[in-house]
């Protein structure tokens, strides 16, 4: 069984970082993609950004290019994404998502119907 668990979230003021981690396990081959979203009290849940495990293709939202970084560890089958210069409107709970069946390019990534198993959520808060 395929689980998916956040941290790294937290309150931090405008311009600070953060580094969220999802730590995955139960894959049973090399071949997913894990995608970040947040949601933000009374908004949709959107995709923020997503990697993909087989071949290190990357996606970001076009508000967090130049600010977020997802990256990999293999070895520890755990997905990072690292928030610099955050703004209050980067304010929301923040989840890992696992999808197994798309290729790349992953043209669906910033779709939460496109994955397969979520992670519980790590809150983001910045204050201004």
Known sequence: ???LVESGGGLVRAGGSLTLSCATS???SDDYNIG???Q???KEREGV???SRSDGST???DSVKGRFTISIDNARK???LQMNSLKPEDTAVYYCAGDIYSLSPFLGW???SSYNYWGQGTQVTVSS
Do not use: H, K, M, N
């Open 40 to 42: 933000a009290p009374g």
């Open 78 to 80: 755990t997905v990072f």
């Open 110 to 112: 910033f779709l939460p």
């Open 1 to 3: 069984e395929v689980q």
């Open 36 to 38: 970040w979203f947040r």
């Open 59 to 61: 996606y970001y939202e």
């Open 26 to 28: 139960g894959f049973t």
């Open 49 to 51: 950004s997503c990697i």
